[in-house]
């Protein structure tokens, strides 16, 4: 709530600051800016942007996490159904907040538009209070998602551990070294767009399929699961050597929405393909697809108060 708070406060008062949406759209005007206040513009150029983030954030283990937390499916559906629809108007502040910028700054601030609305319009303590409330939201996103490999390397990766003391010093490495890696990354790569779709490409073509798919296909198994994440990955890891300017050839416009289609269909041809040339675990499918009721066709019962 405190980070829905901030957002909406930044975005009203850089529109305001602004003049409203005549003044950004004569500042694009005069800065050459063709299609800035046009929605539809450059689709073909973001439309990987959405395929990937969408894909990803779709099977986020942070989401599900907060899904699994609902006392019933109802529940479950009802809040899914809210934040679809509460996110949609939330970005758009944040797109809108961020063009507001064209006309309250000569050049992009150092710290980001937001940062630089809060310094230099923001009474003080509405200020501290914004601040606080992004922060705040920052560090939750970076502690869910440090906590998801962390758990991923100790619970995932580290089965045949029984020992509960090595358990918890392995969980203590693991979040240490994710973390590590994280900021590794992040003092690599300034761009947090360029960050986040690598990451992203990385879930879409390399996780989204076999995971999606596993809820609903009960011929699917762990072969073709297996065999479609190794192909994904390295057809990821293929286009990110392209993109920084290493040998292989490309096929393909790089980073680009035809090149993500091409690895989700690869993704999914290759766990079909598979999946039907190995032996089917009906039993094992069967159950984790009636475990899952992603299609709602059992009634989970509501927790036994007391």
Known sequence: MLLVLSAVLVFITALTRAGGLAPIAAAAAAAGKD?????????????????TFGCAWMIQANVWQR???????????KMTVLSFFAYIPLYLIVVLTGMAGLVLFPTLPQGGVVTAVVVNYLPPVLGAIAFVGISAAVM???????????????????????????????????TLLVTVCA?????????ILQISWM????????????????????????????????VGLSYCLYNLLISAGLPPPSFWAAQSAQQVILGVSLSAAVYV??????????????????????LGRQKRPPPQQG
């Open 140 to 174: 939750s996103t970076m502690d869910s998602l440090i906590n998801t490999g962390a758990m991923t390397l100790a619970l995932d990766l580290n089965t045949k551990e029984q020992d509960e003391n090595k358990k918890l010093r392995f969980s203590r490495a693991a």
């Open 183 to 191: 900021l590794l990354i992040a003092l690599g790569v300034r761009s």
């Open 199 to 230: 990451a992203s490409d990385v879930i879409t073509t390399g996780v989204f399929v076999p995971l999606v798919a596993g809820f609903v296909w009960r011929r699917g198994n762990a072969p073709g699961a297996m065999a479609s994440m190794v």
């Open 273 to 294: 393909a598979v999946s039907l040339c190995t032996k089917p675990d009906y039993e094992k499918t069967d159950a984790f697809i009636a475990a899952a009721n992603l």
């Open 67 to 77: 899904i699994s937390a609902a006392r019933t499916d109802r529940d479950a559906r």
């Open 35 to 51: 299609g800035y206040m046009d929605i539809t513009s450059g689709t073909s150029r973001y439309a990987m942007y959405i395929i």
